[in-house]
């Protein structure tokens, strides 16, 4: 199932947000930067994998271009902002400006995920039923 | 194509919608705190008298309704996926009979002005059928198959039924008919453990595991808690005011109390469980709101086994403790996610580069809830005192509400205006640009 994998991978995504975030508050700044590094690519590889392969296949049989994958893409452009302004304090050694950014992505974050999960990814089941592990080891491919 | 004719998920209502409910509710909040301090303390010693009838409702209506009714106009299309029909008019028009409608009740109950409690009579049920209305026209088109779905519908209409029976009473007031005072714990049930508990229930099995990145609520408790909670308000209402069976309706109080109990235990569990470790304003009132519920419930049996425990006690632990403690949480994480959201959001559709913009800690620096939260603790060991000894620790009590009113009104005031002079400056670069 789609929803499956990509609900899991949120989680996975939560947790790396986390570890994180945690490196920040007890002032450990070089792991902070290495696992600031691996959350950032772990949620853009999730982006990726929607926008390159599982949107646009939702689109082309649905003819939903401008519905809730459209809203979906804004969403992840507004926490890709966040990522640069997190990756600015964290280059700073601020972590006031960084803790301020970290929990406005984790709201973002999670009411989007809440959003894919309920609503969009069970319509990404139910349409791309057919083809769904082909789509997956496209996904996994992606970026790599 | 036609079952996502509904769907946006880009439904945020704009800010207003739910911040003029939010910016309200420090003022009777306020208005509360105002008449502990200046009531003769001997009117506290008696649950019927016009100083508790109308900090009550202060209490629930003026704050709890208000913030919750604002909530609801943003977490049903945030969590549902499904904005409100006509959202900026529904919230208006809410907003604007409420307020007269809870000062018009409050002054009605307090002083004992007929006209007052008649204006109420009409101008209360407005208000909320008319959000309630929207909302449910809205949670009837979601295509969430969450569980908070239903929650939600069920709180709607167990806040219906509070309203008929409050209205049952207000004619009573008017001398319509013979006050039926048994109906009075009837109103107050529906009302506090059917709307308040099922409306939190509802957001919580979502929002706790979001904000603390906590393991998700057991599948099996969110799908049977809202069914075997209504199954149980019906059983011990049946019990007791139709019926006339003791056991029936011990029976149900003890379904709701396992049921609340349960509830609590697995928000605190899940707590410990939390991925996010690091300190939350948020996440203290959470559990200062699951140990109300648990020391509420443990109070209310104690009572029942002839402990001699103030009859109101457990009902404010229940509603000050639990009830305030996760409204006000809530309140301190929506309003400057909101702020941050709909800036970030405005910046997009004109193009701009969100840079500069405030993020949660700045729309309101963490200090201010943790603030909130210390004076709050104080504030409800003064307001349990007040069972006791009205006379020793009414005024104090009032003056901390008041003061508490008095931040809590500021923070949101402040976020308010941080985002009104960023949005000023985003329509300049957007129009320059």
Same mark, same amino acid.
Request: with cysteine; glycine share 8%; net charge neutral.
């Given at each position: 199932?789609?929803?499956?994998?990509?609900?899991?991978? +949120?989680?996975?995504?939560?947790?790396?947000?986390?570890?994180?975030?945690?490196?920040?508050?007890? *002032?450990?700044?070089?792991?902070?930067?290495?696992?600031?590094?691996?959350?950032?690519?772990?949620?853009? +590889? +999730?982006?990726?994998?929607?926008?390159?392969?599982?949107?646009?296949?939702?689109?082309?049989?649905?003819?939903?271009?401008?519905?809730?994958?459209?809203?979906?893409?804004?969403?992840?452009?507004?926490?890709?902002?966040?990522?640069?302004?997190?990756?600015?304090?964290?280059?700073?050694?601020?972590?006031?400006?960084?803790? *301020?950014?970290?929990?406005?992505?984790?709201?973002?974050?999670?009411?989007?995920?809440?959003?894919?999960?309920?609503?969009?990814?069970?319509?990404?089941?139910?349409?791309?039923?057919?083809?769904?592990?082909?789509?997956?080891?496209?996904?996994?491919?992606? *970026?790599? | 194509?036609?079952?996502?004719?509904?769907?946006?998920?880009?439904?945020?209502?704009?800010?207003?919608?739910?911040?003029?409910?939010? #910016?309200?509710?420090?003022?009777?909040?306020?208005?509360?705190?105002?008449?502990?301090?200046?009531?003769?303390?001997?009117? &506290?010693?008696?649950?019927?008298?016009?100083?508790?009838?109308?900090?009550?409702?202060?209490?629930?209506?003026?704050?709890?309704?208000?913030?919750?009714?604002?909530?609801?106009?943003?977490?049903?299309?945030?969590?549902?996926?499904?904005?409100?029909?006509?959202?900026?008019?529904? /919230?208006?028009?809410?907003?604007? %009979?409420?307020?007269?409608?809870?000062?018009?009740?409050?002054?009605?109950?307090?002083?004992?002005?007929?006209?007052?409690?008649?204006?109420?009579? #009409?101008?209360?049920?407005?208000?909320?059928?008319?959000?309630?209305?929207?909302?449910?026209?809205?949670? /009837?088109?979601?295509?969430?198959?969450?569980?908070?779905?239903?929650?939600?519908?069920?709180?709607?209409?167990?806040?219906?039924?509070?309203?008929?029976?409050?209205?049952?009473?207000?004619?009573?007031?008017?001398?319509?008919?013979?006050?039926?005072?048994?109906?009075?714990?009837?109103?107050?049930?529906?009302?506090?453990?059917?709307?308040?508990?099922?409306?939190?229930?509802?957001?919580?099995?979502?929002?706790?595991?979001?904000?603390?990145?906590?393991?998700?609520?057991?599948?099996?408790?969110?799908?049977?808690?809202?069914?075997?909670?209504?199954?149980?308000? %019906?059983?011990?209402?049946?019990?007791?005011?139709?019926?006339?069976?003791?056991?029936?309706?011990?029976?149900?109080?003890?379904? #709701?109390?396992?049921?609340?109990?349960?509830?609590?235990?697995?928000?605190?569990?899940?707590?410990?469980?939390?991925?996010?470790?690091?300190?939350?304003?948020?996440?203290?009132?959470?559990?200062?709101?699951?140990?109300?519920?648990?020391?509420?419930?443990?109070?209310? &049996?104690?009572?029942?086994?002839?402990?001699?425990?103030?009859?109101?006690?457990?009902?404010?632990?229940?509603?000050?403790?639990?009830?305030?403690?996760?409204? $006000?949480?809530?309140?301190?994480?929506?309003?400057?996610?909101?702020?941050?959201?709909?800036?970030?959001?405005?910046?997009?559709?004109?193009?701009?580069?969100?840079?500069?913009?405030?993020?949660?800690?700045?729309?309101?620096?963490?200090?201010?809830?943790?603030?909130?939260?210390?004076?709050?603790?104080?504030?409800?060991?003064?307001?349990?005192? $007040?069972?006791? &000894?009205?006379?020793?620790?009414?005024?104090?009590?009032?003056?901390?509400?008041?003061?508490?009113?008095?931040?809590?009104?500021?923070? %949101?005031?402040?976020?308010?205006?941080?985002?009104? /002079?960023?949005?000023?400056?985003?329509?300049?670069?957007?129009?320059?640009?």
């Amino acid at each position: 199932m789609i929803s499956d994998f990509l609900s899991n991978d +949120h989680q996975h995504c939560d947790q790396l947000f986390a570890e994180a975030e945690q490196k920040v508050a007890s *002032g450990e700044w070089e792991a902070a930067d290495e696992e600031f590094q691996r959350m950032r690519e772990a949620i853009e +590889h +999730h982006f990726e994998m929607e926008e390159q392969v599982f949107f646009p296949r939702f689109e082309e049989l649905t003819g939903m271009t401008m519905g809730p994958t459209q809203v979906m893409r804004q969403e992840h452009v507004q926490m890709r902002d966040l990522f640069d302004s997190m990756a600015g304090a964290l280059a700073a050694r601020d972590s006031d400006a960084y803790l *301020g950014d970290s929990e406005t992505l984790l709201i973002m974050m999670q009411q989007h995920n809440a959003k894919e999960e309920q609503i969009l990814y069970p319509m990404l089941d139910a349409h791309l039923q057919g083809e769904a592990e082909a789509l997956l080891e496209r996904a996994r491919d992606v *970026g790599g | 194509m036609s079952r996502y004719a509904g769907l946006s998920l880009a439904n945020t209502p704009p800010l207003e919608v739910p911040l003029r409910f939010f #910016l309200l509710a420090p003022w009777f909040l306020g208005a509360a705190g105002l008449l502990l301090l200046t009531a003769d303390p001997a009117q &506290w010693l008696n649950r019927w008298t016009p100083a508790w009838l109308g900090l009550t409702h202060l209490w629930v209506l003026g704050f709890m309704l208000v913030v919750m009714l604002g909530a609801l106009q943003q977490v049903v299309p945030i969590l549902l996926g499904s904005a409100l029909p006509a959202a900026e008019r529904v /919230s208006r028009w809410g907003h604007r %009979l409420i307020a007269p409608g809870v000062l018009f009740l409050v002054l009605g109950l307090f002083i004992g002005c007929r006209l007052c409690l008649g204006a109420a009579a #009409l101008l209360l049920p407005a208000a909320v059928l008319v959000v309630a209305i929207a909302a449910l026209v809205a949670i /009837s088109r979601s295509l969430s198959e969450h569980p908070s779905r239903y929650y939600l519908a069920l709180a709607l209409l167990a806040l219906m039924v509070t309203l008929v029976l409050g209205g049952w009473l207000l004619l009573g007031h008017l001398g319509w008919w013979p006050l039926p005072r048994g109906f009075t714990d009837l109103h107050l049930t529906w009302g506090l453990l059917g709307w308040t508990v099922l409306l939190v229930t509802g957001v919580a099995w979502q929002v706790v595991p979001m904000f603390q990145i906590t393991p998700r609520y057991p599948g099996l408790l969110m799908r049977w808690f809202a069914p075997l909670f209504f199954f149980g308000l %019906l059983v011990w209402s049946g019990g007791r005011w139709w019926l006339h069976r003791p056991w029936l309706e011990l029976a149900g109080q003890a379904l #709701l109390s396992a049921l609340l109990i349960l509830f609590a235990l697995v928000t605190l569990w899940l707590q410990t469980r939390r991925r996010r470790r690091i300190p939350d304003a948020t996440l203290d009132f959470w559990r200062l709101a699951m140990g109300s519920l648990l020391l509420a419930n443990g109070l209310w &049996w104690l009572r029942l086994a002839g402990m001699a425990i103030p009859e109101l006690l457990p009902v404010l632990v229940f509603a000050a403790g639990f009830v305030g403690s996760a409204i $006000l949480g809530m309140l301190y994480k929506i309003l400057p996610f909101l702020v941050w959201l709909h800036l970030t959001s405005r910046a997009q559709a004109l193009g701009l580069v969100p840079r500069g913009l405030p993020n949660m800690n700045q729309a309101i620096p963490s200090a201010r809830p943790r603030l909130l939260f210390r004076l709050y603790l104080t504030w409800l060991l003064l307001l349990s005192g $007040l069972c006791w &000894w009205p006379q020793w620790v009414a005024r104090p009590a009032g003056a901390l509400l008041l003061l508490l009113a008095l931040l809590l009104g500021t923070h %949101l005031l402040g976020a308010v205006r941080i985002h009104k /002079s960023h949005r000023a400056r985003l329509e300049r670069e957007g129009g320059g640009g």
